[in-house]
């Protein structure tokens, strides 16, 4: 059965830095695109940034482009979200989803991993 799991949230001050990872078992990982969610108290969850496992292009929120990267390894079978420059208006559960489509980063991908809690403090 498919499972979507990340790792690497935790507590940080503003204007450090977290790196997010993902791992995708029972899925062939290469061939799904894949992105981040996160959802902050009381706010609906929103797409943060997804990559095509084909083209490898890219979707950024404008919230965090010039902040956030996202990353495929595809050998380790691995996404990452590399955030820098964190504010405390990104806290939030932080989700790791798979196999969206190539057109959209919204929060309708089929797999869902339970979240990481990245919490930023001023």
């Known amino acids: 059965q498919v499972q979507v799991v990340e790792s690497g949230g935790g507590l940080v001050q503003a204007g450090g830095s977290l790196t997010l990872s993902c791992t995708t078992p029972?899925?062939?990982?290469?061939?799904?695109?894949m992105g981040w969610f996160r959802r902050a108290p009381g706010k609906e969850r929103e797409g943060i940034s997804c990559?095509?496992?084909?083209?490898?292009?890219?979707y950024y929120a404008d919230s965090v482009k010039g902040r956030f990267t996202i990353s495929r390894d595809n050998a380790q079978n691995t996404l990452f979200l590399h955030m820098n420059g964190l504010k405390p208006g990104d806290t939030a559960m932080y989700y790791c989803?798979?196999?969206?489509?190539?057109?959209?980063?919204?929060?309708?991908?089929?797999?869902w991993g339970q979240g990481t809690q990245v919490t930023v403090s001023s």
């Open positions: 989803a798979a196999g969206g489509d190539d057109r959209t980063c919204r929060p309708d991908f089929p797999y």
């Open positions: 029972g899925l062939n990982f290469a061939d799904v695109n």
């Open positions: 990559i095509r496992w084909s083209t490898l292009r890219t």
